[in-house]
C-alpha cells in the first residue's frame, strides 16, 4: 500500500518537456526584447515537436511524427521569420515601447504569474482527466500554462508581446492537446497549424498598420474607444 | 442534387471573392451583387431539403434544420448588404484619391466576400474541429475588414477584436479538444470531430470533460458571441467597420458564433442532461442583457447604440435556449432570423445617416424623417422592430420567448427578460426619435446645408427588402420556413 511507483519514460519526458515550457512563457512573460521573446517562443514550439515525437514512439502513433515535422517547420521556422520580418521595418531600437510596457511592476507581475500558473495547474489537475493516454500532471502545467499566456497579454501594453502571448497560447492549447488528444487525425492538425499562419499573418498586417498610424508598438494610447 | 447546391454555396462567394481581386472595381460590385443574390437562391434551395432530413456528404458537410437556419440568416444579409455596399463604397470612394480608393474597393470587396464564404461554411461542417477552424477564418477575415478604414480609431478596434477573439478562440481550441478527449474515451482514437457520431453517443459520453468542453466553449465560442463579460471587443469593431461589414458583423457572425455554441448545448444536454447547460446559458444570457441595456440607456454614438443592441439580443438567444421549452426555442431560431433582417437594417439605415449627416454622433443627427423620405421611416421602422414591436418578425420571436419561459415555469427569469427588454427599448426608441424627430437646425450646424435626398437608390431598395421580410417574418411565416423552425426545435431537444 502506499507504495509511489516512478514515472514512465513517457510520462517522465511528457512532464519535464511541459514544465520547461512553462518556464519559457515566463521568460516570454519578463522579457523585454522583441527578438528574445521570439527566440524563447520558437525554442518552446520546439519542445512541443520533440514530446510529439516522444509521443509517437511511445505510443506507436506514426502520424505523429509528421505532425512533429510539420509543427516544427511551421512554428520553429515559419511564424518566429514571418514575424521577424513583418516587425523587422519597425527598426531595431523599437525596443524601448515593448521594454517599458509593463502595466504593473515586473516583479509582480512574476508573482501574479506565478498565482495563475498555481491556480490553473490545480484546476486541470481537479478535473481528474486521467486515462492511459493521459498524464495528468503535463495537462495540469498546460492549464498553468493557458492562464500564464493570458497573464501576458493583460500585463504588456505593446502589440508584439500580446502577440507572441496569442501564439504561445496556442502552443499551450497543442500541448494540452498532445496529452489529451494524441491520436487526434492529422489532416484536422494539420488544418489547425495552418490556420495558425494565417491568424500570424493577420496579425503582423495589423500591428504594421497600427505602427506605421502610432510610431510606436505601445498600446498605451489605444484608450479612444469607450462607453 | 442537393450536393450541387451545397457545393456551389462553398465555392460562389470564395470564387467572388477571388474574381474580385483581379477585375476592375466596377466589376467586383457586380460580381459582389450577383453572388450575394445566387448565395441567398442558393441557401433556399436548401431550405425544403434541410426541413425533412439532414444531408451529410463525403463525411465533412452536414446540414441539419439548425444549421440551415443560421445559414439563412446569412445568405439573406450577404445578398442584401452586397446590393447595399455599391452605394455606400460609392460614397467612400468621394473622400479618396484614386490609388487609395481603387486600393479600398479591391480589399474590401475581397474580403466581403471571403467574409460571408466563411460564415456560410461554418454551419455546413460535420466536425467541431473544422466549425473552429471555419470561426477563426472569420475572425481574422473580419479583422482586416475592421481596419480597412485606416483611421485611428479602426487600428484600435481592429487590434482589440482580433486579440480578444483570438484568445477566446483559443478557449474554444481547447472546448474542441477536450471534446475529442470525450469522445475518444467510447469511438476510439480515429474519432474524428464528427458531431453526427458524437450526437448518437451523448448519453454514454463521461461527464466531467463534456461539462468543462461546454463551458470553455461557452466562454470561448461567447466571446464572438458578444456575451458578457467577454464583449468588449464588439462596440468597438462594429462601429469602426464600414457600416456593410457592421450589418454583417451584428446579424451573421454573432449568430453564427451562437450556432457554435448550440452545438456544444447539444452534446451537453445527452451527456449531463438540462440542468447545468441550461443554468450557464441562463447567466450569461441575463448578465448580457443587463449590460446592453444599461448602455443603451446613455449612448451617444449611434453605431455603438446598435452594437449593444446585438449584445442584447444575443443575451435574449442565450435565455431563450436556457428556458428550453420547444416554443421558446421555435421563439430562438425565429429570432436569429428576425434580428438578422432588422438589424440589417438598422446599420444600413444608421450608414445613411452617417453618410448624410458625416458624424456617428446622435447629438449631430437631426430632423432625418424630413431630410431622408424613405431612410428615415425605414430606419424608424428597423428601430421598431429591433424593439419587438408588433407586427415584426422579433415581436413574434421575442413573444414566443417569454410564453416559452412561462411554460417552463421560468418565471424570474421571464420576468426580468421583460423588464430589461423593456429598458433596452427606452434606450433604442429615444435615440431614434431624437434622430429623426428633432427639429433640424437651419442657422448652423452640419445639417444646415442638408436638403431633403437620398445619398443612393443602392442604400434604400435592400432596406425596403429588409422591412417585407421582417413583416413577413411577424405575420405569417411562410409554410416551410416553419416546418424548418419545429425540425431544428426537435433536434435542439435531443431528436436525432
Known sequence: MGTVQAPGVYTGAADVIAALMLLLEFGMLRQALIRDQIRLYATQSALISVLAVVIAADRGIGDLYALAALSAALKVVAVPYLVRKLLGRTGRDEAAGVAGSYTIGVANSVLGSIALAAIGFFCFNSLGIHSADAPGTALAIAGGMVLVAFGLMIVRRDVASQAIGFFSLENAISLAALVVAAGLPLILETAFLFDLLVAVVVFGMLIRAHHTRSDSLSTADLTKLRG | MMFAVVIALAAVPLAAGVVALIVPPRLAAAVTVVAGIASFALVLALVPAAAHHTLTYVSYFRIDAVSAIFMLATGFLYAAVAVYAVGYVGHELREKDPAGGRRYTIRFYALFNAFAWSMFIAPMMNSLALLWIAIEVTTVVSALLVALENSEAAAEAAWKYVLIASAGLGLALLATIFAYFAGAQLLGQHYDLALSTILQVGSQLPPTPVRFAFLLAVLGYGTKVGLFPVHTWLPDAHSEAPTPVSALLSGSLLAVSFYAILRYYQIATAALGTGFPRDALLAFGVASLLLAALYLLDQRDLKRLLAYSSVEHMGILAIGVSFGAPIALAGVMLHVLAHA????????????????????????????????????????????????????????????????????????????????????????????????????????????????????????????????????????????????????????????
Not at chain 2, 396 to 401: A, G, K, V
Not at chain 2, 419 to 425: D, K, M, P, Q, W
Request: hydrophobic share 55%.
Open chain 2, 341 to 496: 433582417a432588422a438589424k440589417g437594417n438598422a446599420f444600413m439605415g444608421a450608414g445613411v445617416l452617417v453618410v448624410k449627416f458625416g458624424s456617428k454622433r446622435i447629438s449631430a443627427q437631426r430632423g432625418a424623417m424630413d431630410l431622408l423620405p424613405w431612410t428615415g421611416p425605414l430606419f424608424l421602422l428597423a428601430v421598431l422592430a429591433l424593439c419587438a414591436m408588433p407586427p415584426f418578425g422579433i415581436f413574434r420571436s421575442e413573444f414566443q420567448i417569454v410564453a416559452g419561459g412561462f411554460s417552463a415555469h421560468r418565471y424570474a427569469a421571464a420576468s426580468v427578460l421583460i423588464v430589461l427588454v423593456t429598458l433596452a427599448f427606452l434606450g433604442l426608441s429615444a435615440a431614434a426619435t431624437s434622430i429623426m424627430f428633432r427639429p433640424l437646425n437651419t442657422t448652423r450646424g452640419p445639417g444646415a446645408m442638408a436638403h431633403a435626398h437620398e445619398p443612393s437608390a443602392w442604400m434604400v431598395v435592400p432596406m425596403v427588402a429588409g422591412f417585407i421580410v421582417l413583416l413577413i417574418l411577424g405575420l405569417h411565416p411562410p409554410g416551410e420556413l416553419t416546418e424548418l423552425i419545429t425540425r431544428a426545435v426537435a433536434q435542439l431537444r435531443g431528436a436525432a
